[in-house]
């Protein structure tokens, strides 16, 4: 469903719902983006291609042959695409959190030092996270094993057209020991030791196994930072703000990191400054809220 709301003061609002699988935010982005174009008369001249499953070993990564990144559903929603919202008693709840480029900045170098250059926002925003809600659960093993999924574009391919889907969409995990809780050694951890999953949940497809929770199966982060979320257009005009809700998230969690602004942008906050999207359980969001705040002036 597509909504346009336009207000007095001249401003529009555009929504988009939609049902998918996996709640794919790079196709709906592009979606967005080229439904723009066409209304404004720009009809795209050769026919938008979907790619074909991409197979990630070009990574460094190791190839898992079992995946932990998804939990099969028991009973399968099949068609519904629709999950019980009471995650075993969990009241799930969604908050926005806006980086700016110098919060971020100070966040770098103080959890990492030098080290912070070699990981990306992505990588340290998933630490922290990830550190803070490990103290909360202690060690359990929700605290160990987190998923991360990511967008690869398409290798060899120089076409506009190609939309970057679910398809493209790399599954990961993380384990880390006990011990291990600082912030550097964590994005370290998500940076160079991601175990991938693609072909471990193709193959559980292949046996008969087809209905999966991934959002939240684990605590999931999902790297946005390369999804061209900001390239809608509408009368010239480019949005101020773009942002994404998922809904049905397992009781482990989902976090969304994406850029605020345009990332060909002229101002700083837009390209280096983050938006960041959690969905937890109730008391754990405010344990996280907390936490930002009080060590990090995010709020």
């Not at 990574?59 to 068609?79: C, D, G, Q, R, Y």
């Amino acid at each position: 469903m597509l909504q346009v709301t336009w207000f007095k003061c001249g401003g529009v609002s555009v929504g988009l719902s939609w049902a998918h699988i996996l709640g794919d935010i790079a196709s709906a982005s592009t979606f967005m983006n080229t439904w723009a174009h066409i209304m404004s008369g720009h009809v795209p001249k050769e026919s938008i291609h979907i790619t074909s499953p991409i197979r990630p070993y070009n990574f460094s990564n190791v190839i898992a042959t079992k995946p932990f990144s998804v939990k099969e559903l028991n009973p399968p929603v099949e068609n519904n695409w629709s999950l019980p919202t009471n995650n075993n008693g969990q009241n799930m709840r969604t908050r926005c959190f806006k980086v700016s480029a110098k919060q971020l900045n100070l966040l770098m170098s103080n959890t990492c030092g030098k080290k912070a250059t070699n990981f990306s926002r992505f990588e340290i925003i998933s630490s922290v996270i990830w550190k803070s809600l490990s103290q909360l659960r202690k060690n359990s093993l929700s605290s160990k094993v987190v998923t991360i999924c990511w967008y690869q574009n398409p290798s060899g391919d120089s076409n506009d057209q190609v939309i970057p889907n679910n398809k493209s969409m790399v599954l990961s995990t993380v384990e880390r020991d006990s011990e291990v809780n600082n912030v550097s050694e964590l994005a370290f951890l998500i940076s160079d030791r991601k175990i991938v999953e693609n072909e471990a949940i193709n193959n559980e497809e292949m046996i008969g196994k087809m209905d999966f929770l991934v959002y939240g199966a684990n605590l999931t982060f999902v790297n946005l930072e390369d999804v061209e979320i900001y390239e809608f257009e509408m009368k010239g005009k480019r949005p101020v703000f773009a942002n994404f809700s998922i809904e049905g998230v397992g009781k482990e969690g989902l976090v969304l990191v994406q850029t605020k602004g345009p990332k060909n942008g002229n101002k700083e906050d837009d390209i280096n400054g983050r938006i960041v999207t959690v969905v937890l359980p109730e008391d754990e969001l405010a344990h996280l809220e907390n936490e930002l705040k009080t060590n990090w002036n995010i709020a």
